[in-house]
């Protein structure tokens, strides 16, 4: 599917090769693919070999990425101001620079501390380069065609755990867990910091900005809000995600243990899980093939709305395999396509205009509840068992879909009275001009 859509006698091909957009989605494509699996996802392969080197307890281990998970809420909506004065650009460079750094920093720990301290600023560096800075860079490199370029770097992500848990895996078998985060820390540094340099350097020009049909027009999402539209609706969007929040955060540590309680066997339950990366990839490429003329809003419904029944297969499908494929294959592509909404929602409703920002403040409750949800959900359970763990995800995920649908209702109740209001006004001025 082609990325750019040229006017009648443009230049085709030559056109979309020089244009901006697709230059920062590949480059971002890379980026993110690197720099999800040096970092965000390391501890998915190198956390059995930490634990067992150093005698620190696998819970004390994820400790620390969830101290990071803390330290990017605290420095989300800062990093988003940045994002919008600086530019996404400089930015997310500096951002590869403390994560190479970072990663280096973690080989050479040995006391608590200095493991705890080190994740704080693994934790900053992450969010200075990672999906909500990635997101804003795409709006800033091409404003007209945001929602589209956001679909189409999600695609590259799926393959982040899927490419570094394998290569982790293999070069911590050769020299161990400390070289092989200097080596991610390299990785990271010489792919990373090139291509965000680079490959942000320019913005789209009006050669290039026809924007596909549905695809972020202002036809299609409407105006901006402003006011205190705006501010009702960054608050129930930030509630949605931050109950989305909760079951991702706990469905990212946790899916093999709760298939595992579902009656699968370890080794089933982690072949099923692994069918988790296929269904994300799966939902996002459904999206940009069938969502294109949908408003995000309208995206974000549907794959919220998949949720609730997911779950339920879950709590009914103990002990059948058919049906716990059936919850990780929904779960997977709703996941998939919710982190396109994440990004798609905010810009249809507020605009490019302090996109960095606005993506701040709602990805500063969300990663706070992340990072707190893992030990949440572990407490419910040590409580009161799996059923009442997997009960409490079906509740979060269906208060989220609520939320949805009374924001889906309430913005377009309000967009069909801007609307009679602007056909009233055009009909008093034709009639003015009658006279």
């Not at 200075?128 to 590259?156: H, K, N």
């Not at 595992?260 to 089933?268: D, I, K, Q, S, W």
């Not at 709590?315 to 994440?342: D, E, H, K, N, Y």
Request: with cysteine.
């Amino acid at each position: 599917m082609p990325l750019v859509k040229v006017k009648a006698g443009g230049v085709g091909w030559r056109t979309r090769l020089t244009d901006p957009m697709v230059a920062a989605v590949a480059a971002l494509g890379i980026t993110q693919i690197t720099a999800w699996g040096t970092s965000y996802y390391s501890l998915g392969v190198l956390a059995g070999p930490i634990s067992r080197d150093t005698h620190w307890s696998r819970g004390f281990v994820f400790l620390g990425f969830t101290v990071a998970l803390l330290a990017m809420g605290i420095v989300s909506n800062t990093v988003g101001r940045m994002i919008d004065r600086h530019g996404a650009r400089v930015v997310m460079t500096i951002g590869t620079v403390l994560v190479s750094a970072g990663l280096f920093a973690l080989s050479r720990v040995h006391t608590h501390a200095a493991y705890l301290a080190v994740w704080v600023f693994l934790g900053l560096g992450m969010r200075l380069c990672l999906y909500d800075a990635a997101f804003a860079a795409l709006v800033q490199v091409a404003p007209s065609r945001g929602r589209a370029a956001i679909s189409y770097l999600t695609l590259f992500g799926a393959f982040a755990s899927s490419v570094f848990w394998v290569v982790g895996q293999a070069l911590n078998e050769q020299v161990g867990w400390r070289h092989t985060l200097v080596l991610f820390a390299i990785i990271n540094f010489v792919v990373c910091l090139p291509l965000h340099w680079f490959g942000l350097g320019r913005r789209e020009t009006s050669a290039h900005a026809a924007a596909p049909a549905g695809r972020g027009s202002q036809s299609t999402d409407g105006p901006p809000l402003e006011g205190r539209a705006r501010s009702v609706a960054i608050v129930l969007f930030a509630v949605i995600m931050s109950l989305n929040g909760y079951v991702f955060g706990v469905v990212s540590v946790q899916l093999v243990p709760l298939l595992e309680a579902a009656g699968l066997a370890t080794a089933a339950a982690v072949w099923v899980a692994s069918l988790k990366g296929f269904a994300q990839f799966g939902g996002r490429v459904v999206e940009i093939v069938f969502g294109r003329n949908l408003h995000a809003i309208t995206v974000g419904r549907i794959a919220i709305g998949i949720l609730p029944p997911a779950f339920l297969l879950l709590l009914g499908g103990t002990g059948g395999l058919p049906l716990v494929v059936t919850f990780t294959l929904l779960m997977g592509a709703s996941q998939g396509v919710i982190t396109i909404v994440r990004g798609a929602v905010p810009l249809a409703l507020f605009g490019a205009a302090g996109y960095g920002a606005v993506l701040g403040v709602i990805a500063t409750p969300v990663l706070i509840v992340s990072a707190a949800s893992p030990t949440i959900f572990a407490w419910i359970v040590d409580r009161w068992g799996w059923g009442a763990g997997r009960v409490s995800l079906l509740v979060g995920c269906s208060v989220a879909w609520l939320a949805m649908e009374v924001m889906s209702r309430w913005y377009e109740s309000r967009r069909t009275a801007i609307a009679d209001a602007e056909a009233a006004n055009s009909v008093g001025v034709r009639s003015g001009r009658s006279r």
